[in-house]
């Protein structure tokens, strides 16, 4: 990979890398159009990587779609899709971790013990790998897209990190692979996440700026939907993720499944 | 560093990196030369990084000669010389560090607590600021030369690690920057750590394969004199830097000077 990505770049192209799970929707597909529109060349990658994942996960089921990940990657006209096995990826005896102190801590980082430690040693393999000019990373894992623009900045990648709008369905949900876990009655549920933040980002248009009381509006909206249970949700800075700050973060559970979503509540809520 | 490392990439050249903290002798001049042999265009890095110097260590006063440093690499005909600043490598807000688990953890990994996540940190940001094809290293810190070839792999760095032998004064001891901290009784005391490794290679090669029994003619040489006090001495794999094995590592104090070397015991001893 790193040879073909040197050779592109000998010859004049730039790379851009879009870094997946599989189980690509047209979150992931808004990424790739973005990096096709900014680079001569695109790189995929396709990875479940089990370091990101806690023992109590479910990387065991986690969504597979290969074929049709490949179908879509090729209409989209990428250069190259990435697919390493977990074999290649650690082999025995591999023990380097990165970890990104600060903003990596609070909030996903409480949820999920060493989710952001296995998230930040992929994505700097993955840089090494491909060294590409700019990688692209939604704003719907609004942490994950701030631990990697530190981890860039921290290790002199060199790499120009882009972060894309969260794209949601016409309900609000954002797109995530794992709302395929969703049964029919949690997946009208779900809508109460996306229904918080908007309400949220409402109120503070029309005045409402006291970040405890939108908090409880949030909260509200989550306690009303019988089938949510949240996991945190606050309002925090868009680079520290601590209070105060005007960026709605929510962790909610339907039934089994994990749901995140995000807003910057000094921002309209789309749609 | 980077735009110019890849222009000359570009150009078919091919990039050697000897990374130093300064305060240049024989030993790092003997790496040099060596990259010089490999590669087409070779980048001194000179950088005393704080990160990998505990609070009670030497970091204030670890010896610098900038000078004569840049003037010794000069004729040693290399393309560039790395000097960074601290705030350069280590601005307000850089949270993100390095560790290898397994190698770095026992020895030097004990005794000095966080250096080698120092360590792994720097030489990660090196790689990426100048993305050398080959990288070079002294077997004297032969656990950081592990370390570091744990890291290059581990994350798909594509450099590849050279380590090049220890460079000894005539009585036997290993160059090494903090000799400069000897006084002349230390300094004659100081020839007591290679004289320790010595005579335990050539009991080795006179057939005394029992490690204990070769690891307690290590101590009684260095218990002999009395300015030396030994940290650790251990006979240990070298990979894993575990014991068993016939890599002789050790730590010693010369006064407030703390020394390492260390010697393959089933290797005869040099000169």
């Known amino acids: ?71 879509l990657l090729r209409s989209a006209g990428v250069a190259a899709v990435y697919m390493p096995s977990a074999e290649t990826m650690y082999p025995a005896g591999a023990t380097t971790r990165i970890q990104v102190h600060g903003v990596a801590e609070p909030l996903e980082g409480e949820a999920r013990p060493g989710h952001f ?70 997946r009208k549920a779900a809508a109460s996440i996306s229904a918080a933040l908007r309400r949220a980002a409402n109120s503070y248009g029309a005045g409402e700026h006291d970040l405890e009381r939108l908090r409880r509006e949030v909260l509200e909206v989550l306690e009303a939907e019988p089938l949510a249970r949240v996991d945190y949700a606050a309002l925090v800075d868009a680079e520290t993720f601590r209070p105060p700050g005007t960026l709605a973060v929510l962790a909610v559970r339907i039934g089994k499944t994990r749901l995140i979503d995000n807003h910057d509540l000094a921002q309209p809520f789309p749609g």
Chains 1, 2 share one sequence.
């Open 1 to 71: 990979m790193l040879e073909t990505s040197r050779r592109w770049r000998r010859e004049g192209d730039s790379v851009g890398l879009v870094p997946t799970m599989g189980a690509l929707h047209a979150g992931h597909m808004s990424l790739v159009e973005r990096a096709c529109q900014d680079n001569t060349k695109v790189v995929v990658s396709v990875f479940v990587n089990p370091l990101q994942f806690g023992p109590a996960e479910d990387l065991d089921r986690y969504p597979a779609t290969p074929q049709r990940d490949l179908d």
């Open 117 to 186: 430690e296995g998230v930040a040693t992929v994505v700097a393999k993955l840089f090494n790998a491909i060294e590409p000019d700019r990688a692209y990373f939604g704003q719907k894992d609004a942490q994950q897209a701030a631990v990697v623009k530190r981890l860039a900045r921290d290790l002199d990648t060199g790499v120009e990190v882009c972060i894309c709008p969260t794209v949601r369905e016409a309900d609000g949900l954002a797109l995530s692979s794992r709302n395929a876990y969703l049964g029919p009655e949690e």
